[in-house]
């Protein structure tokens, strides 16, 4: 424990910002906030302005840059479709870069390192009413201001935020699938300390859905039973079901997936048997280190790179993501998939690696024996056959390499391919 306890020590030393950092920060917003309400109230428009994020809340952790969320909360009497526009003419003529999303917002560099990301929110005085998940942020915030005040809470917070993103499990896009900021402070406020949290996450618990890990903070259920009746079917798939203490039929973890949660049960196992300072450093993949693991184990490698030209961020990754999962279903049907991972270098693009052993054989259904002509065109073609159940077979393996493969799959499948948004594919290594 002594062990832990001076690691954990040293990583706080490490992410919490500096001094120097947070005074840049509020002198940056002082600036931008007196700018953006004077230009509302000479612009006659009904909205305030609120700073959110792990910034309101004290629990920003230290990076090579800040983006900080500042929301302009209109009043109710602004349509939905109105907010985004509203606040682009506020903004002018500021530089800024507008990101799409299911409401578009912004986001301004004003000085070197921070970024402010400028949100369009809608005043709810009831969380039922919110026509955007952003129209939530304001209670989330004021709920954990009033909740979590001790630094040694905050501190758990920004260590539990450091090991998720150094195991690649923050963030709710869903090209990662994991824990948000937001439900993360909560998971600390509920366990008390990042070592509980991650103790009882390592535990295996079973998958049946009646088996869920529920959290409910505020105790707005009686039972398991009534949270499955109450919330959602689809917003109950995570493997973790935590109810929004602001808004009780809302789950903070729906985008947490399954795929995510082993990977962090992994990485905090692995910590507890073994704690080292490692475990909160961001992880690459080694691909040379893989490849060269491949070669010994006469298994064949490659390594590809893929570009989409859709907007960089949440949109670009889950492009690049789902297409990476259908390639390797297309692999998987004629090769022993042996390894594979997804990395995405932000941007348009990612990279991605496929380990493969032997080539399977492939399986080939036929006609039934009553079909005459389709039996005749389907002996025509392939030359092994057998019965089963008065049904033709045959079994084949495809005499390619993984390259070669993807080179022809690459070839036949260009509709496919650009449907999919992926303007570029290429062999890496």
């Known amino acids: 424990m002594k062990n832990i306890n001076s690691i954990l020590k040293e990583i706080l030393k490490k992410i919490e910002p500096t001094n120097d950092d947070i005074r840049k920060i509020k002198y940056s917003l002082e600036g931008f906030l007196k700018k953006t309400k004077k230009k509302i109230r000479a612009m006659k428009i009904f909205a305030e302005v609120f700073v959110g994020g792990s910034f309101a809340k004290g629990t920003i952790i230290k990076k090579d840059h800040y983006d900080i969320d500042i929301f302009i909360r209109f009043d109710k009497r602004y349509k939905n479709d109105e907010l985004s526009k509203l606040t682009e003419r506020i903004l002018k003529p500021m530089n800024f870069t507008k990101i799409h999303g299911s409401r578009d917002y912004f986001k301004t560099e004003v000085s070197k390192g921070i970024f402010f990301e400028i949100i369009p929110v809608k005043k709810v005085r009831n969380p039922k009413e919110a026509e955007n998940i952003t129209d939530l942020s304001f209670f989330h915030v004021n709920y954990i201001k009033k909740k979590i005040k001790s630094k040694k809470t905050l501190d758990e917070i920004r260590l539990t935020k450091a090991f998720c993103y150094a195991n690649n499990c923050y963030g709710a896009e869903s090209y990662v699938s994991g824990f948000s900021g937001y439900g993360l402070e909560l998971l600390i406020y509920h366990y008390k300390s990042f070592m509980n949290f991650i103790k009882s996450m390592a535990k295996d618990t079973k998958k049946d859905v009646n088996n869920k890990v529920i959290i409910d903070i505020e105790r707005y259920y009686k039972n398991k039973a009534q949270v499955l009746l109450d919330i959602n079917s689809a ?125 399977k054989e492939i399986l080939v259904q036929g006609p039934s024996l009553k079909q005459e002509e389709h039996v005749k065109r389907f002996r025509n073609k392939y030359k092994k056959i057998f019965i089963k159940n008065d049904r033709l077979y045959t079994k084949y393996k495809i005499n390619l390499t993984l390259r070669q493969f993807i080179e022809n799959w690459r070839q036949k499948n260009k509709k496919i391919i650009s449907d999919m948004a992926i303007r570029e594919l290429g062999v890496s290594g």
């Open 235 to 359: 917003k109950l798939q995570s493997p973790i079901i935590l109810i929004d203490p602001t808004y009780k039929q809302r789950n903070v973890l729906a985008a947490l997936s399954e795929e995510t949660f082993r990977k962090f049960k992994e990485s905090c196992k692995k910590f507890l048997k073994n704690p080292d300072i490692k475990a909160f450093e961001v992880k690459k993949i080694d691909f040379e280190a893989i490849k060269e693991n491949a070669k010994n184990k006469r298994y064949e490698f490659i390594l590809l790179e893929a570009k989409t030209d859709r907007q960089e961020g949440d949109i670009a990754g889950s492009k690049l993501l789902k297409f990476y999962k259908h390639l390797a279903e297309e692999i998987g049907k004629y090769f022993e998939v042996k390894g594979r991972g997804f990395e995405y270098l932000k941007g348009k693009s990612t990279r991605f690696f496929f380990v493969v052993g032997r080539n």
